[in-house]
């Protein structure tokens, strides 16, 4: 994902738009496959998270699976999309993240998000690589009293908002992770979103807080450790939700 925007002219002003700009005769079924994020130490470029740019791109659908099991399904349902799909492949997942796959052929569907884990007092929000952090994070908030759900988008774009309203009208209470720095990103989207919805508004018992990285460039190799976010970054900022 950090060389895409030697593409980004091709990719937002030419794939994004064939449909709209043929009146739907031409479809544009291009799958476009971008390994990125840390925890791998890799060199400059490589790991940075330019979710936000490419969300901003209408035409353009987003993809990023958090599982072994839902890359496959949700790679089969790109390839067979009649629109671009740009899929999100977490540089760590390919080797740090296991589990079963079915055999055969199975689609998981675009715009649907995974109940990773229930609960009942705090929502957690992630995608890709982070769903495993929030699940690290609520298993130490467990330890400390709180029941914490995990949300997984899988599809950034479009969002599951009525998963999302269900889950957020119950705990009252909402934590957003991102890898990306802070300044508009994705973690942004979702909460506006969110506060658009009148029942959400009022069901908040404290205000929406987001776990980023730091409005810097993301750091090579053993630097990369101050960059990421955590499992005790998530669960003070959970536990700062539950003391409102």
Not at 213 to 224: H, K
Request: hydrophobic fraction near 40%; glycine fraction near 8%.
């Amino acid at each position: 994902m950090g060389f895409t925007h030697n593409a980004f002219n091709q990719i937002v002003e030419q794939l994004a738009r064939m449909r709209y700009r043929s009146w739907g005769s031409l479809p544009a079924q291009v799958t476009i496959r971008t390994p990125y994020g840390g925890g791998v130490r890799a060199p400059e470029l490589h790991s940075d998270s330019f979710v936000a740019h490419f969300a901003h791109c209408p035409g353009l659908k987003l993809v990023a699976p958090a599982t072994p099991a839902d890359a496959k399904g949700l790679l089969l349902s790109a390839l067979r999309d009649p629109d671009p799909v740009m899929f999100l492949e977490p540089l760590r997942g390919y080797r740090l993240i296991r589990g079963e796959v079915a055999a055969g052929d199975y689609t998981t569907p675009l715009g649907q998000a995974r109940l990773a884990r229930p609960g009942s007092d705090c929502t957690l929000i992630a995608w890709s690589a982070a769903v495993e952090v929030a699940h690290q994070a609520a298993e130490d908030a467990a330890g400390q009293g709180v029941s914490t759900e995990v949300i997984d988008l899988r599809s950034l774009v479009p969002l599951d908002l009525e998963t999302l309203r269900e889950s957020v009208i119950k705990t009252g209470r909402v934590v957003v992770l991102q890898e990306a720095s802070m300044t508009g990103g994705f973690a942004a989207e979702v909460m506006a979103s969110l506060h658009e919805d009148e029942d959400i508004f009022y069901s908040l018992k404290a205000p929406m807080v987001r776990v980023c990285g730091p409005d810097t460039p993301y750091p090579v190799q053993m630097l990369e450790e101050g960059y990421l976010i955590n499992r005790g970054r998530v669960l003070k900022a959970i536990l700062k939700t539950m003391e409102s």
